[in-house]
């Protein structure tokens, strides 16, 4: 099956730094998600990114499917960016709908 | 606007007893997938239902079993529980042809001691 990999495990920032988060794909895909997973395990969903560039306040995205990798940008960060981070990926065909998850990054940003 | 809503929130259960867990989706979408979260790590998929079927499923035994009523809502059934089934249960829902707009809830975690 696909293989998601997640770059830095682990990431220990001060208020106000920037950073980027890293995922890296084995294969094709149609679909790809960034997500947060917030101290109470819900997911929040920040991007749906298969290719290409988006933004959304503080964070950023980036996707080169033809490279298999995508990136997470948050500028300024806050101690309530704090939580786990999630690149998932997805196929088409008879494996639509079904989400493979990267392992994760942990973002702890200290005030 | 209602998102994903599971229960129980926490769940102690014995080795080798049943457990259902429950899942209502968000307004609007009419497929539910099940996640299995292990402490530390990325979610795994368990399957996924679409019209009251199981349409995929992932590297789960057959213990692992599910159903979706016609109101869209689903239930997870797990048997003969191990202590490997300890686990953070999430369920996602969506509107089947969409890559995007899922919705987690907050899952359910069940301990089984």
């Known amino acids: 099956g696909i293989q998601v990999e997640q770059s830095p495990p682990d990431l220990i920032l001060q208020e106000g730094a920037n950073s980027t988060l890293r995922c890296n794909f084995s294969?094709?895909?149609?679909?790809l998600q960034w997500f947060h997973q917030n101290p109470w395990g819900q997911l929040i969903n920040l991007f749906y990114i298969p290719s290409g560039t988006k933004q959304n306040g503080r964070l950023s995205a980036t996707t080169v499917a033809t490279e298999r990798y995508s990136l997470l940008y948050i500028s300024s960060s806050q101690t309530t960016d704090s939580g786990v981070y999630f690149c998932?990926?997805?196929?088409?065909?008879?494996?639509?709908?079904?989400?493979?998850f990267g392992q994760g990054t942990i973002l702890t940003v200290h005030p | 606007d209602a998102g994903v809503t599971q229960s129980p929130t926490h769940l102690i259960k014995t080795r080798g007893q049943q457990v259902t867990l429950r899942c209502s989706p968000k307004?609007?979408?009419?497929?539910v997938s099940w996640y299995q979260q292990a402490l530390g790590q990325g979610p795994q998929f368990i399957f996924q239902?679409?019209?009251?079927?199981?349409?995929q499923r992932g590297n789960f035994p057959d213990r692992f079993s599910g159903h979706q009523f016609p109101n869209y809502s689903s239930e997870l059934n797990v048997n003969a529980l191990l202590l490997g089934d300890s686990a953070l249960y999430l369920c996602?829902?969506?509107?089947?042809?969409?890559?995007?707009?899922?919705?987690f809830g907050s899952g359910t975690r069940l301990t089984v001691v």
């Open positions: 239902y679409y019209e009251e079927e199981e349409r």
């Open positions: 307004s609007g979408h009419d497929t």
């Open positions: 294969d094709s895909v149609n679909n």
């Open positions: 998932a990926v997805g196929l088409g065909g008879t494996s639509y709908g079904k989400l493979t």
């Open positions: 996602a829902s969506s509107l089947i042809g969409r890559n995007y707009g899922y919705t």
